[in-house]
Structure formats: structure tokens, C-alpha cells
């Protein structure tokens, strides 16, 4: 550069520290750019979640990835090494007759939540080793010990009630091994005979087809109530949405997963979607008797564990059925 006179070098230089500034200039105005279409887009996206909750009461998107979670963990269970399923049980009726006996005693019933989720949690590994006898003892001894601590709680003031009240507290007691504890062994016996892990995993396809159906139907075209005073957002289209995807469901998975006919897929899927709307309408019953939206809130988009169960636990002992006369 040191025969190039300072003049041509400084329009050089000025040449290119110019270009150096436009290119920074056309940087920034992309940044700028991509930012504010970012922002739209956010924009957008939360309005349009906010349609969505304002519809449907949830966070659909968050409620969608905890399901893909909780789907994933139930195949690891089912289809690699089957006695996973009896971990994943375990936490299920551990947390689902927690849920329900915190939710009672919200209701003014006293049920003990100690003995309550203690025997749950036992009853599923008696269940898987000792078949449908070991099931139906350890439901009966866990209404027995929960049962007991609770007539032994009379002895502390706090604790004490009137007869009537006291075979309300015993009643609910009882109530939750029989609709989590009792229900919830059922698929546990299932998975652990030979073959049954096809089965469970059949019904409980079938149970969600019919809670997705009923839900996306009913969210679409819903505008007659099915049962208002339960369940306000039930309606009869969403009822039948609910129907057909679970008759699908239930003809496929019997042809191409069980081995069977697609007219045992056809009885299937019908009965495994009425026990779930009926396990549904029952948990909304129970709810509006508490007085209650959610079971809790451990589980952000569904409420709670026994929220996202109420179709799949009757559901269980149907599939228990048929697969003791079909399989």
C-alpha cells in the first residue's frame, strides 16, 4: 500500500468501513424484523391459548405434553419390561387415593390418608403376585385397617364425632379403596397374566379414545347438555364423538393388537366407552358432592391423577372380564 497515494487509500478505507456499516444496518434490520414477527406470532399463540382455556377450563397445550409423558411411561411398562407396570400402578394408586381421601376431607369426611395410601400401595403388589384372590384379600384387609385407625381416632378429642358421623367418615373410608384401590388391581392382574399386558394396554387406548372423542366432538359441536347438573360441559354430540372413536378403536386394536374378531372389537369398544363415561359422570358426582372443580392440582392442564383415571378405572374391571372369557 505504500505506492497507492493517501488519497485512494482513504476512499479505500472510507469505502469500506461503509459497506462494514451496511451490512451492520441490514443485521440489525433482520434482528429487528424477526423480533417483531416473533412477538406477533407470541401474540397470536396466546391469544389463541387463551380462546382455548377460556373453552375448554385448561391449558390444552401443557395438558397434551403431560399425557405424551405419562402415554410414554406406560409403554416402557407394558412393552419392554412388564413389571414396570407395578412401579407405575404403585405411584398411580398411591397418589389417586391420596387425592380422593384429601378431597373428602374437604367434604367433612375424616378419612385417614396415611392407612388409606399405605394400603393401596400394598394391595397392587399382592395383586400382580397373587392374582385376582390376592386382590379381592388385600382390598378387604385395606377397608379393615383403614376402618380400624379410624374408630381408633375416637380415642383423640380432635378426632371425635357422633355414631352418625363416624359411619359417614368409615363409609368414605371405604369408598376409596373400593373406587381406586379396588378398580386400579384390576389392571394390575391383567397386565401380570400371560399376555394380559396387550390387554390392558388395549382398554386403556380405548378408554382415552373415548375421553379425546367425547372431548373434541363435544368442543366442536357441542350444544345440547348430556347431564347439566354433574357435569355442565358434557354434551350428547360429544357423547356420541366419544361412541365412535372408541368402536373404532376398540375393532382395530381387536384385530391388529389382540388377535381377536372385529366383532369382539365391536363389544369392546362399546363397553369399555360406557364404563368410561360412567367412571366419568361418577368422579363429577362425587366433585359437585364436595364441592370441588379438581381433584388437585398436581397435574397443571388435568387437575389431578384420579382427574385423568375416572374413565380408565371401571374401565379396568370390564377389560378384566373379557379378557377371562375372550382371551
Known sequence: MSGVPKEEQSDAGGHERTSRDEFRAQVHARKVELERQFEASKAQFDQAQEKIQARTGRNLILAILIGLAFGGALLLSLLVIKELF???????????????????????????RVPSVAVA??????AYYGGAGGQLLAVLGGMLVVSLWRVAEQAMP???????????????????QAYVTFLATFAVVLTAADGGELWTL????????????????????????????????????????????????????????????????????????????????????????????????????????LDRLDSILPSAAVAFAAFRIFG
Open 86 to 112: 407395578m412401579l407405575f400402578a404403585v405411584l398411580i394408586a398411591a397418589f389417586a387415593s391420596y387425592e380422593l381421601a384429601q378431597a373428602l376431607r374437604k367434604g367433612d369426611y375424616l378419612v385417614p
Open 121 to 126: 400401595v400394598l394391595a397392587v403388589p399382592i
Open 158 to 176: 380432635s378426632r371425635r364425632r357422633p355414631g352418625t358421623r363416624l359411619v359417614r367418615d368409615l363409609t368414605a373410608g371405604v369408598f376409596v
Open 202 to 305: 388395549a382398554f386403556i387406548i380405548v378408554a382415552v379414545a373415548a375421553d379425546t372423542g367425547a372431548y373434541a366432538f363435544g368442543l366442536m359441536l357441542g350444544k345440547h347438555p348430556m347431564a347439566p347438573v354433574i357435569s355442565p360441559k358434557k354434551t350428547w354430540e360429544g357423547f356420541a364423538g366419544g361412541g365412535v372413536t372408541s368402536i373404532v378403536a376398540g375393532v382395530l386394536l381387536s384385530t391388529l393388537m389382540l388377535g381377536n374378531t372385529w366383532w369382539f372389537g365391536l363389544i369392546f369398544g362399546v363397553l369399555i366407552f360406557l364404563t368410561a363415561t360412567l367412571g366419568d359422570l361418577v368422579e363429577s358426582l362425587v366433585k359437585r358432592d364436595i364441592g370441588i372443580k379438581d381433584m388437585s392440582s398436581w397435574l397443571p392442564g388435568h387437575g389431578g391423577f
